[in-house]
């Protein structure tokens, strides 16, 4: 697969991934090398780039707590601490491999550190290479509330080496998997169809979905790099998604959702609040609910949860000037941004999601 130059990264995908690896380290006068790790990645993945690494510098491994519970401000204070003991400096190199949490946290901890030091990001979930292997952005979330704090910040380098899903179970992968369908109802037909029966897909043909993706996602941050506009639409089924994601995550008693679990959730609210709000096909929407649900489990929303979701709606980030904006589907490669949604739509796309 051909390599992906996005704003100031360049994304390698598998064989070219550790070539360009080596060539980078070899071509620029790093100091040392940290890798950042959980402990899934540092049983499963590291083991993979160490043998591939060719470099003479010191490699230092940070470990850190799995899960998103950990992508907190405390995480990085640890990590930034542990960088400070171990004699970084601003000519050290950062390379974070694991999901999403370890790629978001791990550029916010090098992009702050010593005001900023050069990282690369080796994302090893199919929610990590499709998504945060784009775009730039950092952070970490406040309490229970999802990426409140952060910056865009690109890495030197992503590379997006498919081997590592072999490492994954199956609710990781369907939590990626998500994403890429998001893809499909904001991009088109062409790309969206290709999902209509995953049975038939080889892994060959997953790399292919997996880069073209990736394009999607850098075609649409290279023209709105800030989420001014058209980036907004990335966060289709995000609005709601998100609220529902940090919800559970709070909740004593519920079970943490999955990001993609969570985003599924939230495409299907938001297909239905399209149907009722700007003209999308009432029967399309009930296909996508049919499809999501025949990939997904459905998730036990009680009336009771209701509230509590809608007041969560006020920290997403699309929000401004007090309005809770969402984006919504005209048609699917149609998507709407900056939509008012009334409460009361809210709740009745809960109902029929329930149905």
């Not at 405390?74 to 930034?80: A, K, L, Y």
């Not at 997403?316 to 490669?333: C, M, R």
Request: aromatic content about 8%; proline content about 2%.
């Amino acid at each position: 697969m051909d390599s992906i130059k996005a704003n100031n990264s360049i994304i390698h995908f598998n064989n070219n991934c550790y070539t360009s690896l080596n060539q980078h380290i070899e071509k620029n006068n790093f100091s040392k090398i940290f890798i950042l790790v959980d402990e899934n990645t540092h049983q499963y993945c590291l083991p993979i780039l160490l043998e591939k690494l060719e470099t003479k510098l010191t490699i230092e491994i940070i470990e850190i707590e799995s899960g998103e519970i950990n992508k907190t401000i405390d995480t990085c204070v640890g990590v930034w601490n542990t960088l400070s003991e171990l004699d970084a400096d601003r000519k050290s190199l950062m390379i974070n491999i694991g999901g999403g949490v370890i790629t978001d946290l791990g550029g916010f901890v090098a992009c702050t550190f010593k005001r900023g030091i050069a990282y690369i990001n080796v994302p090893t979930t199919l929610l990590s290479m499709v998504d945060a292997s784009v775009g730039g952005k950092t952070g970490v979330d406040l309490g229970h509330l999802k990426n409140q704090i952060g910056v865009i910040s690109n890495p030197d380098l992503v590379l997006i080496d498919t081997h590592f899903l072999n490492t994954l179970p199956q609710n990781q992968m369907k939590s990626g998997l998500a994403e890429m369908l998001k893809h499909g109802l904001i991009t088109g037909e062409n790309y969206w169809n290709k999902f209509q029966d995953l049975s038939k897909l080889s892994l060959d043909d997953l790399d292919e979905l997996i880069h073209e993706s990736v394009v999607i996602k850098k075609n649409v941050v290279e023209e709105d790099p800030f989420e001014n506009g058209l980036r907004k639409t990335l966060n289709y089924g995000h609005t709601l998604g998100h609220a529902i994601e940090s919800y559970f995550l709070s909740h004593p008693n519920k079970k943490t959702l999955l990001h993609g679990e969570a985003i599924i959730v939230g495409m299907i609210l938001a297909s239905y609040i399209s149907s009722e709000l700007v003209g999308f096909s009432k029967k399309t929407t009930d296909k996508i609910k049919q499809l999501f649900l025949s990939y997904y489990n459905k998730v036990t929303i009680e009336e009771s949860d209701y509230p509590a979701i809608i007041e969560l709606l006020k920290y997403d980030k699309k929000n401004n000037h007090g309005n809770i904006n969402f984006v919504l589907l005209e048609d699917i490669g149609k998507p709407k941004i900056d939509c008012l949604v009334d409460n009361k739509l809210i709740i009745e796309s809960f109902i029929y999601y329930a149905s």
